[in-house]
């Protein structure tokens, strides 16, 4: 991924192919999706449409049905020949005429059941199953408590032809404002179902005003007492019961307080919703990778020169500086092809130039950093040597020997590297000249395995770390003591150098971290460390330097990192093949 300044890169051909699918097939996809929307949108509508259409055409028969009953009950309670029936207990012609061909018995289904005062049937065209004698205790507790009313009652009356009642309606006769019978009419159940029909995507609930259902075409809706559940009484328009989805409607019928339900599942709709979605998912998806091959196709015929040109620009990346491009297009891409081969080649010329300068510059300041010895070294051992001559002359000779030595290495100038052998050699005689200088009040020792003894390490890398532990650690009241051990970390050598003097404040190791880390060269009190952190990344790489850890009060820890390396090889003429 290429990012530029803040934005992330995308090619000239992913635009293309961007452009190809957004004005093409994104319209198309998002016309769709609206028009699928608008769909379901008026399926719903066309569906809230059809049930209220529905509840208004079975409340009408129903209410139709209802007051023809009603309307003949109330008709024949005062007629004059069934009152003398009931009051002669003699049935007659008439009477029979009267009931059996009443228009009731021409247009719906149902039975007449006449009744004297102590609701003894007198007259009846209907046989009654079981031993309930077309008796229904409500009914009558009813009449006998509105005496003026028609009443109607819900209960289940059951019939030797096979026909079963669960609508009733009656009024009591009267005579002189005296009740002297009842006149009873039992619908037969096939009535409503003749007007509820059968739908599977809706059902019809007919209730009375205590939400005993008279009648329905679905028994899901009936409670354990053949009410209408409550779920279905107390919401409004919408319900969701037991995960299916419920759109209701309701309606009272005039004559008889009785409510009409209509239930519609919506689940049709939602079912045929998501088919057609997974559909029409599938459509878009085989679209959406055939537009992709087809955006791509074109995209990269318009796009191979600038391909071709990518492909150049991204060798140079790699650091393939031979690529040449050869673009015949007779437009401005041939132009871009010429200017970049002739750049390639002023390129080639300039990183010859800047290497050899590079070069020169890198070994000029390593030589520099190398021959930084600190006089503070020079002064007090010239010094101490002063005043050893006088007191003992073979300890001045040891110091005068071991101090050139030392010198005779710093400024030897055949190579920047020697084996870690060599480099003890010199430390020692370094640290033996410490020793003398401090006494008893210094001590040190080196761990380091044969096998390392052969390996490279830049010159003089020990002594100015070994120099900065004295000059900041050392502490009169104990014995200093220096540990220097070599090993091996991972794929690389690690020299530790070890002191237990007063160590270095968090917040100052801190800081001195930080100067390192950004080379800053205001280390005026740790030249040194400095010195020897710069020496091994112009050798190998800011991948290599020191690792410090220290306490106060608990001494210091430093850690120089540098690649195993065997022998100078004398092919090498710059530091860069060192590497």
Sequence with gaps: MIVMGNKKFVSFKEQMKKILIFYSLIPIIFT???????????????MVNNNNNNLKNLSQQTDEIISKVYNEIDRLSKDEILKKVILDDEINEKAYELLYKSPLNLEIDGKFVLYDKNINILMTNAEFLGNSNGYIWGLFYRMLSNNEKTINYVGKLYFREGNISNFSVGKPIKNNN????????HMLDKNFEKIMGDSENFGVVLTDKYNNIISTNNANFKDSLDKLKKEFREKKNYLKYRGRKYYISKQEVFYSNIDVYCISSTEYIIDNFIESFIYITIVFIFLVIFMSKVAKNIALKKTKTIEEIIKAIKNIETGDLDTQINIKSNDEFEIIGDTYNQMLLDIKRLIEKNKEEATHSIVTEIKQL????????????????????????????KIIINMASILRFSIENKSSEVKIE???FYIKNYLEIQKIRFGDKFSYSIDVEERFLEYLTPKLIIQPIVENSIKHGYIQEKEFKILIKIKQKRERIQIGIFDNGKGIEKQELKLLKEKLLKRNLSLKEHIGMYNVQRRIELL??????????????????????????????QDDKSIDSRR
């Excluded at 769709?32 to 066309?46: N, V």
């Excluded at 009740?179 to 009419?185: A, H, P």
């Excluded at 190998?540 to 090889?569: A, H, M, Q, V």
């Design 370 to 397: 190398e021959s930084q010895f600190n006089p503070h070294f020079l002064f007090n051992t010239l010094e101490m040597l002063r005043y050893t001559i006088h007191l003992d002359k073979k300890m001045a000779n």
């Design 540 to 569: 190998y790489g800011k991948e290599y330097g020191l690792n410090i850890r220290s306490s106060s009060n608990r001494g210091t820890y430093i850690g120089i990192e540098i690649p195993f390396k065997l022998e100078w090889r």
């Design 178 to 185: 005296e009740i002297i019978g009842y006149l009873v009419y």
């Design 32 to 46: 769709a999706l609206i028009g699928y929307g608008m769909i379901y949108y008026l399926s719903y509508r066309a």
């Design 422 to 424: 060599r480099e003890i």
